[in-house]
T-cell receptor, first 114, second 114 residues
Framework: DAKTTQPPSMDCAEGRAANLPCNHS???????VYWYRQIHSQGPQYIIH???NNETNEMASLIITEDRKSSTLILPHATLRDTAVYYC???????????????FGKGTKLSVKP | NAGVTQTPKFRILKIGQSMTLQCTQD?????MYWYRQDPGMGLKLIYY???????DKGEVPNGYNVSRSTTEDFPLRLELAAPSQTSVYFC?????????????FGPGTRLTVL
């Protein structure tokens, strides 16, 4: 079973920030938070990951609470092309065995509207 | 680089038929994975491989077989197709020891068993 809880769907206006929440209250100390997204009919795409510090890259920002029990993915200026299912995943990083494998839940379906 | 490529894109099988889904990556990644995705659900791991000659079961391996004779190729074999194997199949790869160990996904194979 996935170790994360996400809302099933969210809407966002084009050009506004999209804030996608994720609860991972049972996360352990060596587990990272990863975000992937899946645009309709395509394979998932990596977005960002973090351990406890906030992270930012060219696609998004990741805010992790101090107790690490929840996080928020932020798309600063959502476009129509950001419409996708967003998956929040916790996993051990760089581990060679099955503990490092991704476990996908149902994710959040983000709809960006004009 | 072409990344992760999968063939065929679509296939219809009759119950009891067999087929091989092909997956190739040109990024010299050691790790490769096969997932299936049923409608409205997240991805489930079928098999994975940490290097040539080494494979292991994932969450839903029954009805499937894999082999890894080269670093580049990771074919998935269905011996006796069943309607329950109707799904979209994604292959992925990742690099051992890379900074992020993100998984790169192929475009998927849509399989229907009638």
């Amino acid at each position: 079973d996935a170790k994360t809880t996400q809302p099933p769907s969210m809407d966002c206006a084009e050009g506004r920030a999209a804030n996608l929440p994720c609860n991972h209250s049972t996360i352990s100390g060596n587990e990272y938070v990863y975000w992937y997204r899946q645009i309709h009919s395509q394979g998932p795409q990596y977005i960002i990951h973090g351990l406890k510090n906030n992270e930012t890259n060219e696609m998004a920002s990741l805010i992790i609470t101090e107790d690490r029990k929840s996080s928020t993915l932020i798309l600063p200026h959502a476009t129509l092309r950001d419409t996708a299912v967003y998956y929040c995943i916790v996993r051990v990083r760089n581990y060679g065995g099955s503990q490092g494998n991704l476990i996908f839940g149902k994710g959040t379906k983000l709809s960006v509207k004009p | 680089n072409a990344g992760v490529t999968q063939t065929p894109k679509f296939r219809i099988l009759k119950i009891g038929q067999s087929m091989t889904l092909q997956c190739t990556q040109d990024m010299n990644h050691n790790y490769m994975y096969w997932y299936r995705q049923d409608p409205g659900m997240g991805l489930k791991l079928i098999y994975y491989s940490v290097g040539a000659g080494i494979t292991d079961k994932g969450e839903v391996p029954n009805g499937y077989n894999v082999s890894r004779s080269t670093t580049e190729d990771f074919p998935l074999r269905l011996e006796l197709a069943a309607p329950s194997q109707t799904s979209v199949y994604f292959c992925a790869s990742s690099s051992q020891g890379s900074g992020d160990n993100e998984q790169f996904f192929g475009p998927g194979t849509r399989l229907t068993v009638l």
